[in-house]
C-alpha cells in the first residue's frame, strides 16, 4: 500500500491576515486562491514539494452541516488556538523562528529541547491554530 498526505486543512477567519503569514512568513507557496459565496479557500505548501499542501479554509463554509451553536463553539475554540493545529519541520530551527518571530507571529514557545527527543517551537497563526515547528535531525 502506498499512501501519502496529499493535503490537511486549517481553519482561518482572516484569509488576507493567513495568507500573508504562511506565504510571507513562512515562506509558502500559494498554489490556489479560491472563492465562493464570499469565502475563501486558500491552498499554500513548502516550495519544492508539490504533493504536499495545507487548505486554508473557512472554519464553518456553506452546505458544511454546522449549527449556530457549533459555529459559535468553534469561534471560540479557535480564540483560543484550540481548535487546529499543524506540525511542520525544518534544518534550521533557530534561523525559522526568527523568522516567524520576525514576522511578528504569536509566540507559544521558544525553541527548546524537549525530554521526548525533539527540538521544537511553537507559534499560533493568526487564525489561533497552533503551529509546531520541529528540526530534523
Not at 4 to 9: N, P, R, W, Y
Not at 16 to 41: H, I, K, Q
Not at 46 to 55: E, K, L, N, S
Amino acid at each position: 500500500m502506498d499512501i501519502t498526505i496529499h493535503s490537511s486543512f486549517l481553519p482561518h477567519d482572516d484569509p488576507d491576515a493567513s495568507l500573508a503569514f504562511y506565504r510571507d512568513t513562512l515562506g509558502f507557496e500559494v498554489r490556489a486562491d479560491v472563492g465562493y459565496d464570499g469565502y475563501r479557500w486558500i491552498t499554500v505548501g513548502p516550495p519544492g514539494q508539490p504533493d504536499t499542501a495545507i487548505v486554508l479554509q473557512p472554519p464553518a463554509p456553506p452546505g458544511g452541516g454546522i449549527t449556530e451553536d457549533e459555529q459559535r463553539v468553534i469561534a471560540e475554540m479557535m480564540a483560543k488556538g484550540t481548535y487546529a493545529g499543524v506540525n511542520l519541520a525544518t534544518t534550521d530551527l533557530d534561523g525559522t523562528f526568527e523568522r516567524i518571530e520576525a514576522g511578528g507571529a504569536e509566540i507559544v514557545q521558544e525553541p527548546v529541547e524537549q525530554p521526548y527527543g525533539v527540538r521544537d517551537c511553537a507559534v499560533r497563526d493568526p487564525a489561533g491554530n497552533l503551529i509546531r515547528i520541529q528540526e530534523k535531525r
